[in-house]
C-alpha cells in the first residue's frame, strides 16, 4: 500500500494541466480525471476531421474554442482538487517512467494530430504568398483547405483549389499553389474578349474584373480540351497568373483540395469568408 504524503502544491498542478492538458491530474494521482477528457476531445477532433468538418470555419473556430476550453478547465480542476485534498497519495503511476509515457502521449497526439492534418483531419491551413488570386484572396489571408472532399467527390468548376507544383530543383520538395478550376475533363476551354467560354458559352462564374484581364493573353485563347484525368485552372487575376494557358491542363491527382474559407485577414471584414 502506498504511503500518504503531504499535498501537491495545487499551483504546480494547475501549471503541468496549462502546459499538459490532463498532465497535472496525472501528478496528483487521479490520471482518469484528466487523461480521459483529453482523449475524448483528440478523438472527437478525428471524428469530427473525417466528416470534414474542421474544413469549415464553423468547424475549424469552434475546434480552436474547445481546446483552449480543453486547457483551462483542466488547469483550474487540477488546482482545485489539490487544494482540496489534505494528503496525497501516490498511486503506481506516480514514477519518472511512467509520468514520461503520459507526457509522450498528451503531448505527442495532439501535435501529432495537428503535424498529419491533412491526411487525419480531413484540413489544411495555408497562408495565401501571391497576388495571382486577387481579389478573391489577399497576401497574407490564412485560408482552410478541405483535404479529403476529394477523395469521395469530384472537383467543380469554380473551386478555388490548392494543389502541388513539383519542384524544378533536385532535392526540394513540391510547393503549393492557389487557384480556380476553369473545366473538367472533356470540356471546351477558350478565352474571348476576356471572357471565359466553356463549351462555347460564356460561364459567369469564371468572369474576372476587367483590370485583372488587360493583357493579350487574358483576352484570347484558342479552344482547348480539357483530357482525361486532368482539371484546367485559371488565376482570378489573368494578367498575372501562370495558369493552363501557359502550363497546360493539370493533373485531378495533383490537387490537394478546394479552399473553403478564409479563416484569418489583415481586412477583419474578410474573416469568416466561405469560398464554397
Excluded at 140 to 165: K, Q
Aim: charged content about 20%; aromatic content about 10%.
Amino acid at each position: 500500500m502506498n504511503d500518504a504524503h503531504s499535498r501537491r502544491n495545487p499551483w504546480t498542478c494547475g501549471a503541468l494541466s496549462l502546459m499538459c492538458p490532463g498532465f497535472g491530474h496525472v501528478y496528483l494521482g487521479h490520471a482518469e480525471r484528466g487523461v480521459l477528457p483529453a482523449l475524448g476531445v483528440y478523438l472527437g477532433m478525428w471524428g469530427a476531421g473525417t466528416l470534414g468538418f474542421l474544413a469549415s470555419f464553423v468547424g475549424f473556430v469552434g475546434v480552436a474554442l474547445i481546446m483552449f476550453a480543453l486547457y483551462a478547465v483542466l488547469a483550474v480542476d487540477a488546482f482545485l482538487l489539490a487544494r482540496r485534498e489534505t494528503v496525497f497519495i501516490p498511486k503506481f503511476y506516480n514514477r519518472i517512467a511512467p509520468y514520461a509515457l503520459f507526457a509522450l502521449v498528451l503531448i505527442g497526439l495532439p501535435n501529432y494530430l495537428i503535424a498529419e492534418r491533412a491526411e487525419l483531419l480531413g484540413y489544411d491551413s495555408l497562408e495565401i504568398g501571391s497576388d495571382t488570386m486577387q481579389p478573391t484572396l489577399l497576401i497574407g489571408d490564412s485560408v482552410l483547405v478541405d483535404t479529403g472532399i476529394y477523395t469521395h467527390a469530384e472537383p467543380r468548376v469554380g473551386d478555388v483549389v490548392a494543389f502541388l507544383i513539383p519542384s524544378q530543383e533536385e532535392g526540394k520538395g513540391a510547393s503549393v499553389g492557389i487557384s480556380r478550376i476553369a473545366g473538367l475533363p472533356g470540356d471546351r476551354i477558350a478565352l474571348q474578349d476576356g471572357q471565359v467560354l466553356r463549351n462555347g458559352r460564356v460561364d459567369p462564374g469564371l468572369t474576372v474584373v476587367e483590370a485583372n484581364r488587360q493583357e493579350a493573353f487574358s483576352l484570347s485563347m484558342d479552344e482547348q480540351i480539357v483530357p482525361e484525368g486532368s482539371v484546367a485552372l485559371l488565376g482570378d487575376w489573368r494578367d498575372r497568373a501562370r495558369d493552363s494557358r501557359f502550363n497546360g491542363p493539370y493533373p485531378r491527382l495533383g490537387l490537394i483540395g478546394p479552399v473553403t474559407a478564409i479563416w484569418w485577414s489583415a481586412d477583419r471584414d474578410r474573416i469568416g469568408r466561405s469560398l464554397r
